[in-house]
């Protein structure tokens, strides 16, 4: 069936931070929003929790209040090789620490008292754009918008669908990521972030509300492969290899029984625009690691994609003017900071590789920081 409710002006399909805060900003705006999520809120999702703090008077501002939540915040990095050598580092701009669970949680009720439209459970099956209008089909009702911006995260049906360059290609270094995450209690300091690295992979641990810790890993595929398809036995024969994992692992009290775990986690550049929809978050290729994190990039994508979509609504731009101009502006903003992400991750999870790189580090601190610095972003 049609929806009765009319034409949206604005539709987004997935709602992590990247499209709640879009919908917020457009409902906020006056503009008739309508959100699709798959996922029930409160829910947890694979991610390393952690924020920059470029994107802290951003979530203020939209009337998240931050600082009420005595949340850790964090300026510290450590990171070691796979022998558990260890080296430290200041984070310039420093993040705080949150699950997801949590903020997105909030942030579905600031959307739903802005009057976003916030259909959960409800998954897109397929979105078409004609006569100037998309079509978005989802199992139980068809709806219809003006605008369409996709933030369904890092590999969906609609991908698939669309037969987009990441799907099709061979299985390489940068496109065939396993993600492991557990919720865990464990002595870590509040201000430290560390990425622990091992072989194939790395694992970073932070701090998050409710005096627990965020214990999340990257491996590539292979490492789940040889040890017969079990993250158990991965844990033991290779993550543990590192005795600061091993430590972790032996000594932390784990939240739940089993980790939550995604596969094919795909690095490659991504498309910015398919058929007319704009992509931010994951869907446009912001899961690099090493980059601040993908959860602050996802939320300045979305306030790039609201400024640009508020333009066409003024009929100040075209919507092939918005396309483009989105898409100059997001490469502005982020391709040197992937670039950067990109190459530091293949320094990781190497032997001599990674020992080498941590050391040049370590002894060239204005190398160092240059280095965190060109992978965070500025406020926005």
């Not at 580092?89 to 909030?106: A, C, M, V």
């Not at 009720?109 to 897109?124: C, D, I, P, W």
């Not at 941590?358 to 190398?367: A, D, G, N, T, V």
Request: with cysteine; proline share 3%.
């Amino acid at each position: 069936m049609i929806d009765n409710a009319g034409i949206y002006d604005v539709a987004i399909i997935g709602g992590g931070v990247g499209g709640l805060t879009l919908a917020i900003q457009c409902a906020g705006a006056g503009y008739k929003t309508i959100l699709f999520e798959k996922e029930a809120y409160p829910y947890h999702k694979v991610c390393g929790e952690y924020i920059s703090m470029e994107s802290f008077s951003f979530l203020q501002q939209l009337g998240l209040n931050l600082s009420a939540l005595n949340l850790p915040v964090i300026n510290r990095l450590q990171l070691s090789d796979i022998h558990g050598n260890l080296y430290q580092f200041q984070l310039p701009l420093g993040g705080f620490g949150i699950s997801r669970y949590n903020i997105d949680h909030k942030l579905a009720q600031m959307a739903a008292e802005k009057g976003v439209t916030l259909l959960q459970s409800t998954k897109v099956t397929n979105i078409s754009f004609e006569h100037d209008c998309f079509r978005i089909e989802t199992s139980g009702a068809t709806y219809r918008a003006k605008t369409a911006v996709g933030a369904f995260g890092k590999r969906s049906n609609l991908d698939i669908g669309w037969k987009r360059n990441f799907i099709t290609q061979k299985p390489d270094k940068l496109n065939n990521w396993v993600g492991v995450k557990y919720h865990i209690r464990f002595p870590f300091p509040h201000a430290n972030i560390a990425l622990h690295n091992f072989k194939n992979g790395y694992c970073g641990i932070s701090n998050i509300e409710d005096g627990q810790c965020c214990l999340c890993y990257l491996t590539r595929a292979e490492n789940l492969r040889d040890n017969e398809n079990s993250i158990g036995k991965m844990e033991q024969n290779v993550l543990r290899k590192n005795p600061l994992l091993k430590e972790i692992f032996d000594k932390a009290s784990f939240m739940y029984a089993q980790p939550l775990s995604i596969s094919q986690v795909n690095f490659s550049p991504k498309t910015l625009v398919e058929n007319h929809i704009l992509l931010i978050g994951d869907a446009a290729g912001l899961i690099t690691p090493l980059c601040g994190n993908g959860m602050s990039m996802a939320m300045h994508a979305g306030k790039l994609a609201f400024e640009n979509i508020d333009m066409f609504f003024r009929k100040n731009i075209s919507r092939q003017q918005m396309e483009t101009s989105y898409q100059s502006q997001w490469k502005q903003q982020f391709s040197k900071r992937l670039f950067i992400g990109r190459t530091v991750q293949k320094l990781f999870g190497n032997n001599g590789i990674t020992t080498g790189f941590l050391r040049i580090m370590s002894k060239l601190p204005w190398l160092a920081k240059k280095l965190i610095s060109s992978t965070h972003g500025k406020p926005f």
